[in-house]
T-cell receptor, first 109, second 116 residues
């Protein structure tokens, strides 16, 4: 089975840095993905980590440690438009992508 | 841009009714998925398909079935709707290799189903 844990809520001010942690228990683990979803919108793909280490995409970075079954999404220079829900998702070798419950990020002025 | 279109944004059905949720993608993707999203539970995989006429059970297939007669279309069927199937249903697609290697799915806007 698959199990992913992430915090339910994070609040920060504009310009700050936020780290969303994700721990997983996934049989046949393949890699960790991150998605963003604004209220009323579709989830959109942000990043993927197949190997240990940091992947950087503009203001967002994602990290994976396979030995710790742990990853995180780092949001830098927070902007109001970053207020959204963020989901980690674990891919497994049975072709499934299992999602965490999501972290609601609220950015305050 | 990849477009995944779900036929209905909002549906209200009665207990026991048969419900069809339709999803069409325009990028010739091999893989298609149906998830349901509930507050506090994230997205849970119902069924997926990696080719026409092929289907695989996800984590919560009970009470659902699917149909994939054409590559671009993936339908979710609730044979006899129940109140615990009230939820947001999300369809997604991905190219075969990239989707399974990178976990990059393209989602539709969702269909919010209420079963009374």
């Amino acid at each position: 089975g698959q199990s992913l844990e992430q915090p339910s809520e994070v609040t920060a001010v504009e310009g700050a840095i936020v780290q969303i942690n994700c721990t997983y228990q996934t049989s046949g683990f393949y890699g960790l993905s991150w998605y963003q979803q604004h209220d009323g919108g579709a989830p959109t793909f942000l990043s993927y980590n197949g190997l240990d280490g940091l992947e950087e995409t503009g203001r967002f970075s994602s990290f994976l440690s396979r030995s710790d079954s742990y990853g995180y999404l780092l949001l830098q220079e927070l902007q109001m438009k970053d207020s959204a829900s963020y989901f980690c998702a674990a891919g497994s070798n049975d072709y499934k992508l299992s999602f965490g419950a999501g972290t609601t990020v609220t950015v305050r002025a | 841009d990849v477009k995944v279109t779900q036929s209905s944004r909002y549906l209200v059905k009665r207990t026991g009714e048969k419900v069809f949720l339709e999803c069409v993608q325009d990028m010739d993707h091999e893989n298609m998925f149906w998830y349901r999203q509930d507050p506090g539970l994230g997205l849970r995989l119902i069924y997926f398909s990696y080719d026409v006429k092929m289907k695989e059970k996800g984590d919560i297939p009970e009470g659902y079935s699917v149909s994939r007669e054409k590559k671009e279309r993936f339908s979710l069927i609730l044979e006899s709707a129940s109140t615990n199937q009230t939820s947001m249903y999300l369809c997604a697609s991905s190219p075969r290799d990239r989707g399974w290697i990178t976990g990059e799915l393209f989602f539709g806007e969702g269909s919010r189903l209420t079963v009374l």
